[in-house]
Each structure stands twice: as C-alpha cells, then as structure tokens.
C-alpha cells in the first residue's frame, strides 16, 4: 500500500486524511464507504484487486454482497467522470476484482488548504469550525490536542450565547483520541437517570430526534431508529451495542424529566477502543429540550471532526415545532407507532393528533399519522377505503408545511404505491426520499417495493440490499431482500436469506411467509405447509396467515384442507373480524378455481386492496396470467409496460 495519502490525478484530488475529493478546487461529494473504497484503489494503484481484497479492506466486520462493491464503483466512476464501464481511471478486470490505471501527477504530495466555512449561518445557530492540522511550526500531536478542547470550548459559548436562554453545566471536556476515520454512529435510546422514574417514551424520542438531526449530514452513517431501538436495557453496554450494531462511534445518554424540568447526560464513546471522545450535561427548564438537541448534535459534529457546511449547520439546529407538550405528544405516538401493533398504532393515531391540536404546523405529527394510517390498512386492520385517503391527507398535509421531509416522501409514496395506482408519481415521491436522505433504510425498503411491483426485479434487489446494508440487524431490511428475491424468481436466494432471518428472530411472520412461498414455487409443499402454519400460529391466526395457508394447502392438492381455510375466513368475519378479499382469492388460486379466484379479485379492485399492485410481478398469479381477465384487471390497475413484461 503506498504511503501518502494525497493523489492528483487529470483535474481531481484526493486528499485521503481530510477525506476530501476536489475536482478544480470544488468539493466532490462520495459517501464514506465509496471514498474508502477509491482510497484503496489509489493506494494499490496499477495493481489488480480481487473483490474479496476490496471488500475485506472497506468493509471488515461487514456482510455485504458482491452487488454492492458493483454500485459503489459506479458511484465512484460517476464521480470521477469515467462513464459507467470506466476506461480513464478504474478498469475493471472480469470476474476477479478492480484495478486503478489512472496516471498520477509526479508532483510530491502535499497537503490541501482546510476547507472554507460559509461566512453567513442562520441566527442563533452554533457555527462548527472542525479544524484539520495545516502546515504550520506547531508538531501534529500538540495541535490536535490543542484544538479540539478549543474548538468545543468555543462552540460551547456560542451555543450557549446563541441560545439565550438555555442554561448548561459542561463536564471537563475530555482528552478525546484522533476521531479520523470515523464514519458511522449509532444514537442509543436513552436511559432513565433514576430507573423508578422511567419514561420509555422520552428516552426513544430523544435518540429519533437526534438521529434525524445526524442524519442529516452526508459525511456520516447514522444507524435508524429501527436499528438501535431494542437496546432499551438499563444496563445497555453501549461499546457492546456499537459492535453489534457494526458503528465506529456509539452516542449514550440519560435523560429525566421531573415536573418542569429537563436533566440530560450523554457521551460519544469511539467503538474500537471504549474510549470517551466527549461529554456533557444539561439541567434546565422542560422547554429547553430542544436546545439540549441543538447543542447535542452540533458537538457530536465537533468531536467526530466533520466540517459543515452552512446548510449542514442549518439542519441540526432546525426544529420542527417549539411546543414542548406538542413534541412530548410526538415522541409517544412514534412510540407506540415502532410497537407495530393494531393497538399501538391506534394509540400513536391519538397521540399525533394531539401533538397537532396543540401545533397546526408540526409537519413531523402529519408525518407520523400518514404512517399510522397506512400500516393499519395495509396490515389488514381496517379497510383501505377508510385508511389510506386519511392517510394520503396527511402526508400531503406534512409535505405543505415542509417538504424537505424524507419520512413524509416515503410515506406518500408507499400510500400512492399501495393504494391509489399513480404509479409514476409514486415513484417521484420515492426518489425524492432518497435524494433528501440517502441513508434512510426505509425509503430504500419502499422504493425496493415499488420497483418490485414494476417487475424491475434487478433494481429492486439492488435497493433492498442497500436497506440492508444501512440497517444489517432491521427484520424489515433483511425480509425486503427476500422479498425481491421472491418476486424475482430467485427462490433459492429468497430461501437462503429468510432463513438468514429468522436467525435473528425465529418468529418473524414476513420471513415464514417468503420462505413459504419459495418452498411452493420449488414444489417442496410439506415444507412450505410447515412454514406457512408457522406463520399463522405467530400473527395468532390472523386473516392473511389463513388464507396463506388456505394457498398452500391448494397448491399441494390438499382441497379440503384448502376449503375448510374458506369456512374458518367466513368464521372470523362473522365475528366482526375485517377480512380482505384478497384471503380468499390465495384459496382460490391454490384450489385452481379461476372464475371464483376473478369474482374475489373484483371484489379486491373495488376496495383497493394493496395486494394487487403485485399481480404483475408475484409469481402467486402465474396460473392466472394467460387469462384476459387478468389482462384487463392490470390496464385498469394502470400498471406500466415494464411491469407487464
């Protein structure tokens, strides 16, 4: 590996210390892994890399899979201007790896001026100077060690100032050790500073809210909240977390609210080695839980030594409403919305209602109802004529008062996806998302949705798999990637990665579910039986898991069993029980009766249930296809040619 850190070649510069790609002096922006990966290329320049090299150098403790090295060289060819089968700079050498044959200047390598800091910052922000070693007179060592106390002292007073009136009792900065290198973090819900007085819901919230804050910033992977929710326990190791968690730097905080009053305590810690790179504490009025957000953020930025920009600076001071009761009602309806019950989101509908009745113009609440809404219709709890126009109302709603809201693009985009068939403008809703935020795992989970639906199958393994390399221990990212492999008719793939699953949780309904449906298109019906009856038995004998089953025994020429799956559907909705017409059109399929499989997909188009956005793509439909009923039912649907094919 060479041993400089400073590349020029043709118009751009890497400068592999500060982490920074030029081209003519302007800043060329790559995600942390991509950059990693390019350094590592330069480094061994003019020699072939297998992929394996390359993905044990960038991603060591990482399982990841040969299609994503493919999309970050692409990332970096498109960066670089070297087209999308490379040429001028990366060559790549089939079925063995990658190799850099770009020619470098022979000027010695120096080291670039740091970056500038915008000059004019919204008021009363806190401006980050994160300064990075020049060439001066003063030795490297002392500089940093001089520097990063300075700079957070500064940022301290400021902030502080800037605030008014907020009022916080700082810790000793500690000595931090060198945060270089650091591209990824995992915010830890929080814990109760006395266990008695515990307030679940605040401690989750306070972890969402800087997260969205954090995650703001293109410099640095930040874990979702879907990732770090489970480590709730008091007794939490947050080294431990991180590890699990495969992050660099792990945040960790307490926090306690008692009467009018807010105390918190945080510390970022380094993962590799446990040590402490910054800490603090705050005590103040409850209404200065959003300063204590501000100043959070903006030192976390300080300690990791990112530069930001002005915009950047703007995003982890913004608020979304200045309503402490309106934000309490917030953080209890995501609460209860992450428990991804019917009775949860139930309660999370009240509490984001709330939220808005004490603030019209928190986006964030609209957001959270849009999502409530839809989950409830689409997880069969209530009809979707009834769920998904309240839905809609309220995405739309979040967007009109902010419309840079990844969350409230994703959900309008997955309401448009399953319920209202406006396929294109979904998809600008999805793209949008991910433009706004490209490290938000759900957005790429939806998006894999959509694309699967259009029977873009290639496209929509790619964005689960980049879901899944975001969040690698989510349940949701890792059955998406089943899921596209399903669609895609890749059932051995689809097979292997449910099994990889349910190792992570052996009751997951989605994972039995693919791994069910895999095991019918193989024609393995024992097998797929057993997993479809363990996927009824965890959602307690749900609708859909009956009808599933119902499928399965049809498939396998078990018509009784097929049938009396019918009666028990009659069964529970005679006892108030909403049951999708959609459960019987699975029986009837399994059975092979087409006419009474169409009389039950009318009945579907009428209500618009979510499931057949997937007729073009599911291979469930195969037996249906040469039908032109069927044919007409996907004109109807507005479904593309793409989706066709």
Request: proline share 5%; with cysteine.
């Amino acid at each position: 590996m060479g041993q400089f850190s400073v590349f020029r070649f043709g118009d751009l510069v890497l400068d592999g210390s500060q982490r920074r790609l030029l081209r003519s002096g302007e800043d060329v922006y790559l995600p942390p892994k991509t950059f990693e990966l390019l350094l590592h290329l330069l480094q061994n320049r003019g020699r072939v890399l297998t992929k394996d090299e390359l993905l044990e150098a960038v991603w060591p403790d990482v399982n990841v899979v040969e299609n994503t090295l493919a999309q970050r060289i692409r990332e970096i060819r498109e960066a670089l201007g070297d087209g999308a089968h490379g040429g001028r700079f990366i060559k790549t050498v089939p079925k063995v790896g990658y190799q850099f044959i770009g020619e470098l200047d022979d000027e010695p390598p120096g080291v670039m001026a740091p970056p500038a800091i915008a000059s004019r910052e919204p008021a009363g922000t806190v401006p980050i100077t994160a300064r990075r070693d020049v060439e001066t007179n003063v030795p490297a060592n002392r500089r940093l060690k001089l520097q990063l106390p300075v700079a957070i002292a500064c940022v301290m007073l400021v902030g502080l100032v800037g605030a008014g009136y907020f009022v916080a009792t700082a810790r000793p900065a500690q000595p931090p050790g060198s945060p270089a290198g650091v591209t990824s973090i995992a915010v830890l819900p929080f814990k109760p500073l006395v266990p008695e007085g515990r307030d679940a819901a605040l401690e989750l919230g306070m972890a969402d809210s800087l997260i969205m804050k954090l995650g703001s910033l293109r410099q640095i992977t930040v874990r979702p909240l879907s990732a770090v929710r489970r480590y709730t326990d008091v007794e939490q190791d947050a080294v431990k977390a991180g590890r699990e968690l495969r992050v660099e730097s792990v945040l960790e905080g307490h926090i306690q609210r008692l009467q009018d009053r807010i105390r918190v305590s945080v510390s970022l810690r380094r993962v590799r080695d446990g040590q402490q790179l910054w800490a603090d504490r705050f005590d103040e009025q409850w209404t200065g839980i959003f300063t204590a957000q501000d100043v959070v953020s903006q030192r976390v930025a300080v300690a990791l030594a990112l530069a930001l920009t002005g915009e950047e600076q703007r995003r982890l001071t913004k608020r979304y409403t200045e309503n402490p009761e309106a934000y309490d009602a917030y953080v209890r309806g995501r609460y209860f919305w992450n428990t991804g019950t019917a009775e949860g989101l139930r309660k999370a509908i009240e509490d984001f209602q709330r939220a808005i009745t004490l603030d019209p113009g928190y986006a964030l609440a609209f957001a959270g109802l849009a999502d409530s809404y839809n989950l409830l219709g689409s997880y069969g709890e209530m009809p979707m004529r009834g769920s998904h126009p309240k839905a809609r109302t309220a995405a739309l709603r979040a967007l009109e008062l902010d419309d840079q809201i990844a969350e409230a693009h994703t959900s309008l985009g997955a309401i448009i996806t399953g319920y209202y068939w406006e396929w294109p403008e979904a998809e600008k809703h999805l793209r949008r998302a991910l433009a706004l935020n490209p490290d938000y795992a759900t957005g790429h989970e939806w998006y894999s949705e959509y694309l699967s639906r259009m029977a873009r199958h290639e496209e929509a393994i790619r964005a689960a798999q980049r879901a899944q390399e975001i969040d690698p221990v989510s349940l949701r990212a890792n059955s998406h990637v089943a899921l596209a492999f399903y669609r895609a008719g890749q059932y051995d793939d689809a097979i292997a990665q449910s099994q990889n699953t349910l190792e992570l949780n052996p009751d997951l309904f989605t994972a039995h579910v693919i791994f069910g449906l895999s095991l019918v298109q193989k024609r393995m019906y024992g097998e797929a039986i057993a997993e479809l009856q363990k996927a009824r038995v965890v959602t307690g004998n749900s609708p859909d898991s009956v009808g599933l089953l119902g499928y399965g025994y049809g498939m396998a020429g078990m018509k009784g069993e097929a049938r009396h799956a019918l009666k028990e559907l009659d069964q529970l909705s005679r006892h108030n029980r909403y049951v999708s017409p959609f459960c019987k059109v699975m029986v009837y399929i399994g059975l092979g009766e087409k006419d009474r499989a169409f009389e039950w997909l009318e009945r579907a188009y009428e209500e618009r249930i979510w499931h057949l956005g997937v007729l073009a793509a599911d291979p469930m439909f195969d037996p249906l296809r040469s039908d032109p009923r069927f044919t007409d039912l996907i004109r109807r649907m507005n479904l593309t040619p793409a989706a066709q094919s």
